[in-house]
């Protein structure tokens, strides 16, 4: 069993950067697709960005070009740098882990954090 522990949430200004971490444990972190989605009230969870085993990255049309994912293999930790944050980007933001890695779907990740809340104003 993996667990996926999210921190870095918070309040920010329209424009302000943020950094989020997803520590995990419980199995081999290097074999893992990783990946960032973030769901508002009332609204449909949405993948963000995620990164593969081999170091590849993918990103929402969305947040590309603001927002970097990235891993630490020693820290078994996904990190999501976010700049020129938007009051769009308000959400719960959420870690994910799928063994297989088959696409960038909700039902394709196995293992989901708690979840960190990110609110932008402006």
């Known amino acids: 069993q993996v667990q996926l522990v999210e921190s870095g949430g918070g309040l920010v200004q329209a424009g302000g950067s943020l950094r989020l971490s997803c520590t995990a444990s419980?199995?081999?972190?290097?074999?893992?697709?990783m990946g960032w989605f973030r769901q508002a009230p009332g609204k449909e969870r949405e993948f963000v960005a995620g990164t593969r085993p081999g170091g590849s990255t993918v990103y929402a049309d969305s947040v590309k070009g603001r927002f970097t994912i990235s891993r630490d293999s020693a820290k078994s930790t996904t990190y999501l740098q976010m700049n020129n944050l938007k009051p769009e980007d308000t959400a719960v933001y959420l870690c994910?882990?799928?063994?297989?890695?088959?696409?960038?779907?909700?039902?394709?990740?196995?293992?989901w954090g708690q979840g960190t809340q990110v609110t932008v104003s402006s």
């Open positions: 994910a882990a799928s063994p297989a890695g088959r696409n960038w779907h909700r039902g394709a990740f196995d293992y």
């Open positions: 419980g199995g081999t972190f290097s074999w893992y697709t």
